[in-house]
């Protein structure tokens, strides 16, 4: 005999030891066993034995989904304070007085498109540049209906940071909830800061050319 320890990859474990390294009840890791989500070999006793290298790659995946599912769930939650923020600033700085239904609604549409995108951009990596194309569309059509109705395009860019507030301090919320920073919640705030500032770059461009054209009309 050599004397040496088996590597970590080779390391199996039972379900006491599998469930207190995932921070799990015995329960719930038989639970995700069934369900398939976590593998397992079945010895001839009958026991369940785990691969410490296959607990590892679950609880790292297990742990960047819960990240992401707790940063979308607070974006989520700032729904009802962009409404607020829109009809007290956007209502309040309209240059002709009360904004018509069709526009309060046709903007309503555009910030809850923006909202659902800027989740989906932090939930699958995978869709990223589909995601980018669709935001600066949003942002395009949020700077084309401001600019007809007649916002300055310094109220607009105004109004549009204030939003863009919420979903960073949303997301920033979410990193630091606890004692100590979560590393892939913190990873997620340039993200949606960049996601929006793509929005917002958009959203100035389609501001000026349809404020040129107007003028030049």
């Not at 390391?11 to 009840?25: C, D, N, P, R, T």
Request: glycine share 6%.
């Amino acid at each position: 005999m050599t004397g040496r320890q088996p590597s970590a990859k080779k390391l199996f474990l039972g379900v006491g030891k599998a469930s207190e390294i995932l921070g799990v009840s015995e329960a719930t890791l038989r639970h995700w066993t069934d369900e398939g989500r976590v593998r397992a070999f079945v010895t001839p006793g009958g026991h369940r034995r785990y691969s410490a290298h296959e607990l590892e790659r679950f609880a790292k995946a297990h742990r960047t989904t819960q990240s992401m599912g707790n940063v979308a769930e607070h974006l989520e939650h700032t729904a009802m304070d962009h409404r607020r923020t829109a009809q007290s600033h956007v209502g309040s700085a309209s240059p002709s007085g009360p904004l018509p239904k069709e526009a309060r609604e046709h903007l309503a549409r555009c910030g809850r498109e923006l909202l659902d995108l800027v989740i989906q951009y932090v939930r699958q990596p995978s869709k990223r540049p589909e995601t980018i194309c669709f935001v600066r569309q949003v942002g395009q059509e949020h700077g084309r209906i401001l600019a007809s109705l007649g916002f300055p395009l310094v109220d607009s860019v105004e109004a549009f940071i204030k939003h863009r507030n919420l979903l960073v301090e949303a997301v920033t919320q979410s990193a630091f909830r606890a004692d100590a920073p979560n590393k892939r919640a913190v990873a997620n705030v340039p993200l949606v800061t960049r996601v929006v500032d793509e929005a917002l770059v958009s959203l100035v461009a389609a501001h000026q050319e349809t404020a040129s054209r107007s003028h030049g009309a």
